[in-house]
């Protein structure tokens, strides 16, 4: 007898399929992240990579070792060599850790696995798709009529769709951003065959003003001016509503990369620091940075749902002039992608389940808990604060201490496996780089990360350190 393939994950056995399987990766999880004991493994690379590769060998046996071995051996691995940014000292990134209730969304995407790029591969999803951008586009543009948005894999291609979506209404646009910037700006110029952007100065982490009005005043138009909600290095925003009114004086675009802030909006404490964010011609914005998603969970949106005409394609096995005249929804305009993964259901899950007032919480829980390691910074001896956190990033270093030794500290945390701090380098000096995404941080970590620092600062150079 010809033996059975595996089971499939969709119709009405798949189900009975998954059970058993989901136990099994559920074990591996929890066995993995008890092995690792931290916010990831210790060692550095010269450990992890050949433990790793030990522990998955070989990838391709001859003859498979069926499916629960396989999934509790990479699992396992996996999940022990991870840095994991649901422990409170794994705190370098734009990192987020997801929600449960996020993942769990997301393993039913992967179940049904519908492709975003027909009608008849999503009926249901796209559905679903169209209503979460919306959704999201009503909160960037709530007084205009009709805004759209569309899903993305972050930040980066958000923001090469914006350029592009610029290029298309005017041309080859010039676009201008300050230092502070996030570097897919200047990739998507390139990428896009446009000019390279004039950057301005940033000084105190935000676009420099005078130097904004000399450019789109010298500058031959047309102009995009693209402003930063929340930078990767400092969180720091730029002035949104004084860069509208220049754009506006000088009849330039905006373009605002609120990947890291947007979802400020959520929060009536702290939207008001995007104020101007709706004068924005795109808006960028990342729910897998500050929105608790597993990754990818981008988003572009649009004040108005004919700025996503120049996307529009045509390929007559996915949208048929006549399929699409008979009422079969036209998705190729939705992504310069092809197959997509039905990424909006996560999202969705999460807008229906938390609400306003559940993520308005965690927004407000996490900044709170910045603005907390900023206070035990400026009151513990030794140790130097750069600066309040405008959203959830925390710079700061040891009193004294040059560049070298930051750069030491940083490393050696990260192969004992005690902590994930981050980089980043502002007046001219290398700080350690908090990016606080984890609405569970305690007082107690906080307290217990500014301690390893602290003791490290006093012990000697790296390399000579007892693990």
């Known amino acids: 007898m010809p033996t059975q393939p595996p089971p499939l994950a969709g119709t009405t056995t798949g189900p009975t399929a998954l059970r058993p399987l989901l136990d099994t990766v559920l074990t591996a999880?929890?066995?993995?992240?008890?092995?690792?004991?931290?916010?990831?493994?210790?060692?550095?690379?010269?450990?992890?990579?050949?433990?790793?590769?030990?522990?998955?060998?070989?990838?391709?046996?001859?003859?498979?070792?069926?499916?629960?071995?396989?999934?509790?051996?990479?699992?396992?691995?996996?999940?022990?060599?991870?840095?994991?940014?649901?422990?409170p000292l794994c705190t370098a990134h734009l990192h987020t850790p997801p929600l449960a209730l996020a993942a769990a969304a997301d393993l039913a995407a992967s179940a049904l696995n519908p492709s975003m790029d027909s009608w008849d591969q999503a009926p249901a999803a796209s559905t679903l798709e169209a209503d979460t951008t919306a959704t999201l586009a009503a909160q960037i543009y709530p007084h205009q009529p009709d805004p759209d948005a569309l899903i993305t894999t972050g930040g980066t291609e958000a923001n090469q769709l914006a350029l592009l979506l610029a290029r298309e209404r005017n041309g080859p646009i010039q676009t201008i951003c300050a230092a502070n910037a996030h570097h897919s700006i200047t990739r998507a110029a390139w990428l896009?065959?446009?000019?390279?952007?004039?950057?301005?100065?940033?000084?105190?982490?935000?676009?420099?003003?005078?130097?904004?009005?000399?450019?789109?005043?010298t500058l031959q138009p047309p102009l995009l001016v693209t402003a930063t909600a929340g930078t990767t290095d400092t969180g720091h925003i730029d002035p949104l509503t004084d860069i509208a009114?220049?754009?506006?004086?000088?009849?330039?675009?905006?373009?605002?990369?609120?990947?890291?802030?947007?979802?400020?909006?959520?929060?009536?404490?702290?939207?008001?620091?995007?104020?101007?964010?709706?004068?924005?011609?795109?808006?960028?914005?990342?729910?897998?940075?500050?929105?608790?998603?597993?990754?990818?969970?981008?988003i572009l949106a649009v004040p108005h749902r004919h700025h996503l005409h120049p996307l529009h394609h045509q390929a007559p096995y996915l949208n048929a002039h006549d399929d699409t005249e008979a009422g079969l929804p036209d998705l190729l305009g939705r992504s310069l992608r092809t197959t997509r993964r039905p990424d909006a259901l996560k999202i969705a899950v999460t807008l229906q389940a938390l609400g306003r007032t559940g993520l308005a919480d965690l927004v407000d829980r996490t900044l709170a808990t910045a603005h907390h390691l900023a206070d035990l910074i400026t009151k513990t001896p030794g140790l130097d604060l750069h600066d309040r956190p405008t959203i959830s990033t925390v710079l700061f270093r040891p009193t004294g201490a040059d560049d070298h030794t930051v750069a030491t500290i940083r490393r050696t945390l990260l192969n004992r496996g005690h902590a994930v701090l981050g980089r980043a380098h502002a007046d001219h000096r290398l700080w350690l780089k908090a990016t606080l995404l984890n609405p569970h941080?305690?007082?107690?970590?906080l307290r217990t990360l500014l301690d390893l620092v602290h003791r490290l600062a006093h012990e000697t150079p790296e390399g000579n350190t007892p693990r």
Request: glycine share 10%; hydrophobic share 35%; charged share 20%.
């Open 192 to 217: 896009l065959g446009l000019p390279t952007p004039t950057v301005l100065p940033a000084p105190h982490g935000v676009m420099d003003l005078t130097a904004l009005d000399k450019a789109l005043t």
């Open 245 to 298: 009114d220049l754009c506006a004086t000088h009849g330039a675009e905006l373009h605002i990369d609120a990947a890291y802030g947007g979802p400020l909006l959520f929060s009536p404490t702290h939207r008001n620091k995007l104020h101007g964010l709706d004068r924005a011609h795109s808006v960028t914005l990342d729910l897998h940075k500050l929105g608790w998603q597993p990754a990818p969970a981008g």
């Open 441 to 445: 941080t305690t007082p107690d970590h």
């Open 29 to 87: 999880l929890h066995d993995g992240a008890r092995r690792r004991d931290g916010p990831l493994p210790a060692g550095g690379p010269d450990t992890v990579t050949p433990r790793t590769r030990t522990a998955t060998h070989p990838l391709l046996p001859e003859h498979g070792t069926g499916p629960h071995h396989a999934l509790r051996t990479l699992i396992t691995a996996l999940t022990e060599g991870a840095a994991d940014p649901a422990e």
